[in-house]
């Protein structure tokens, strides 16, 4: 095999006592360790805000005059020491979960394939929540020491930044992105070119190149197809994520799963369990039959092998969301590849073939990932279940209930996402050892330990942080382009820091009904006005660009935004990303979520919500279902599911106006103790976090996949001889 090298394109003039702030140029470990981050806003905070949390941009630009006097700074330097010295030993590794329990398959990969991996603000590649559970679980087996790879595509212009219109348009604009901030470093041979793999797409061989990111101790392989070989479509192949254009669409899959095949091989990387995070890349299985077609293998022998070691992660419920092609694409891309496979068209086609949307047969990704990867799950108890139903048709000989797709629920990445100031308050009234053992409940019944009153206190200076943020881009907004006033206080300029505050962010969809608290407006604005009990919502949410009815969803909110009426009292804010969710997550009192039971297969922003005291406002869907206990928040509605939406809208909004009316507002203005305290309140956010932060972190969640489905299909490729050579 050929030498490798991965290189950092940039080197940094910086004092040499602080030289190694350049580490976190390119390994993101930084991101959830909030010292590391305190590093940059000692140096400049001002500028760490311009630069949008990028380091790289932020290095470059810095004033070498405040890079001296932090050089000088005792304080300072301690905490770089510090930070180093953890930074050093978690990148050694020695004692993580894996080494710890699964010793034995030491030098044995995962690869983890998706089409999206959002890992932070500064790396826009990302549209939602299957990409930031996707770089959350990259974090997570970081944390734990897994062996794992990830693939996916660098796409060149990344996801779009939106403005909204005066009258509630949602625009999309993209831009190409500028390599050379992205802590992504090219991967090179001897000759210090950048490798390339290349693919086949009807004639055309199409090459794309290969980067690296490194997530604490986990490389992530990402292949983009701009390079000057390639026509100038092909150019464009991964400059944007969910194109409706089916053609494109398919060509994109095929690049993600043959050619993340092949650029895995070209790294010299042989996985023994791979996993597709979505249909998306389910090309990989057939790429891996091919493979070992090569060797000798028969088609039986090598779809065997590929079944035993292959895992599927189904994550929605909803046709768009399942991706299908038309056969003539297939038709069009696949002729010689089935050849390969020993197959002709129909067997080719019976691999994946499923009733489609529009009637006839079509060629189904999650059905070829279903019946190429023996380990299947879906994201939620619930979700599990709708899918084996949906799923049934494919074993007609089973019972629904024995249909083979379990659940693993979604959790998110409690580093990423935990504020900075309940760390420090779990820092000092928890055992020491918290954030090591924070999927073990028992560390979270010391939680009544943090006195309410320095709770509440952290709880009102994460709700004054998010309404600076607010106030201060409105500001901005203001100053820097001409839209109406109206529009300025529509992004939240009148928001009151002390007002009981409701967050509704996430994609606009119709299924999420973003406009459910909107349905009877006369009674929402008189709760909004209530003299002593003033209620603000915030929300925020990109639509897809070619979802019409989604768009058509913001404007409708849009609307009642800038309705004088509400006092200024609902806010919609631009350009939902990691950053903003993270402000929401952290600083709102209520995050409410209404999708119409059972599409939200688990959701996760509410699980970020809820691990920072802030209360759960939900229909019984999805990881809130399993979450929610009585205690550590609310529910809309119950699990009572109608065939008519008319019929489960009005019922869920009638509940959703109750509850709000008669449980949450008076618990919050009004049961006060004779300091002011909210007790009950605080009672619940204390309830929230010990019940919610050890069941839907990543950190059960990984090891849930790491017992129940990596490990058996690591054995059974050990079995059929395809381990990996040790490593050094
Ligand atoms: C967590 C998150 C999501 C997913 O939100 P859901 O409510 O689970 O759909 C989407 N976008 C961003 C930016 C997020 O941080």
Do not use: C
């Amino acid at each position: 095999m050929q030498k490798i090298t991965i290189e950092t394109s940039i080197t940094f003039d910086l004092p040499r006592r602080i030289k190694r702030l350049a580490d976190f140029a390119y390994n993101l470990w930084w991101i959830w360790n909030p010292e590391a981050i305190r590093l940059f806003t000692m140096i400049d905070k001002a500028l760490w805000e311009d630069v949008y949390h990028n380091p790289i941009v932020f290095l470059r630009e810095v004033d070498r005059a405040n890079l001296n006097a932090v050089v000088n700074n005792r304080f300072f330097l301690d905490v770089y020491d510090r930070v180093m010295r953890t930074f050093d030993q978690y990148m050694l590794g020695n004692h993580t979960w894996f080494n710890r329990e699964y010793a034995p398959l030491e030098g044995q990969r995962i690869a983890y394939f998706s089409f999206e991996f959002g890992l932070h603000e500064s790396i826009p590649v990302y549209a939602g929540g299957l990409g930031i559970l996707s770089g959350d679980h990259l974090k997570e087996a970081s944390d734990l020491g897994l062996p794992l790879v990830g693939v996916g595509f660098l796409y060149t212009q990344g996801y779009f930044s939106q403005k909204i219109t005066e009258d509630g348009w949602q625009e999309a604009r993209n831009q190409m992105l500028k390599l050379e901030n992205l802590p992504v470093m090219p991967i090179k041979d001897e000759s210090g070119r950048q490798l390339t793999i290349s693919v086949d797409l009807t004639g055309r061989n199409v090459l794309a190149r290969l980067w690296q990111i490194q997530v604490g101790r986990v490389p992530l392989i990402m292949l983009d197809t701009n390079v000057e070989e390639n026509s100038l479509p092909d150019r464009s192949l991964t400059s944007r994520l969910y194109s409706n254009d089916l053609d494109l669409r398919i060509s994109q899959e095929i690049l993600l799963g043959i050619g993340g095949v092949r650029a895995l091989r070209m790294l010299g990387i042989k996985p023994a369990a791979w996993h597709m995070n979505e249909g998306h890349s389910a090309f990989l299985t057939l790429e891996r039959v091919r493979e070992m077609m090569v060797d000798g293998k028969s088609f039986a022998e090598a779809s065997e092998i590929v079944r035993k070691s292959s895992v599927f992660t189904t994550h929605t419920p909803v046709p768009a969301g399942n991706d299908e092609f038309a056969l003539w694409l297939i038709d069009k891309y696949f002729p010689v590849y089935w050849q390969e496979l020993g197959l002709d068209r129909d067997q080719f086609i019976d691999l994946a073939r499923n009733k489609a949307r529009w009637g006839g047969d079509s060629f189904s990704m999650p059905v070829l990932a279903m019946h190429l990867a023996d380990y299947r799950n879906g994201v939620s108890e619930l979700h599990g279940q709708v899918s084996r139903k949906m799923w049934h048709y494919l074993w007609p000989e089973r019972n629904v209930e024995d249909v083979p797709i379990s659940h693993v629920t979604n959790g998110i990445h409690t580093g990423t996402w935990l504020a900075r100031r309940l760390r420090g308050l779990f820092d000092r009234y928890l055992a020491s050892d918290w954030l090591e053992r924070l999927d073990d409940p028992s560390v979270w019944d010391d939680i009544d330990k943090i006195p309410d009153g320095e709770f509440w206190l952290v709880r009102r200076h994460l709700k004054r942080k998010l309404m600076a943020y607010i106030m201060e881009r409105s500001r901005r907004n203001w100053i820097t382009t001409t839209i109406h006033p109206v529009q300025i206080i529509a992004g939240g300029s009148l928001l009151d820091p002390y007002a009981l505050t409701i967050g509704f962010a996430r994609r606009f969809a119709t299924y999420k009904r973003a406009n459910l608290i909107l349905r009877d407006m006369d009674r929402i604005l008189n709760l909004l006005n209530q003299p002593n009990h003033p209620v603000q919502i915030i929300f925020a949410g990109k639509a897809h660009p070619a979802d019409e009815p989604g768009k058509l969803l913001i404007q409708e909110v849009y609307r009642a935004v800038k309705n004088a009426q509400n006092g200024g009292r609902l806010v919609f804010l631009e350009d939902y990303d990691m950053n903003i969710a993270r402000y929401l997550v952290q600083g709102v009192d209520i995050w409410l979520n209404t999708p119409r039971r059972p599409n939200e297969a688990s959701g996760t922003s509410g699980e970020k919500a809820a691990i920072n005291g802030v209360l759960n406002f939900s229909v019984l869907d999805g990881w809130w279902r399993e979450g929610f206990n009585g205690h550590n928040g609310w529910a809309i509605g119950d699990d009572t599911e109608f065939d008519d939406n008319e019929a489960q809208d009005a019922a869920d909004a009638t509940s959703l106006y109750d509850t709000l009316e008669k449980e949450i507002i008076p618990m919050y203005y009004d049961q006060r103790s004779a300091d002011n305290l909210p007790v009950e309140w605080v009672a619940r956010m204390k309830e929230s976090i010990r019940t919610m932060m050890p069941q839907f972190s990543t950190r059960r969640m990984v090891k849930e996949y790491m017992t129940d489905l990596y490990l058996p299909a690591m054995k059974s490729a050990d079995a059929a001889g395809i381990k990996s050579k040790k490593k050094g």
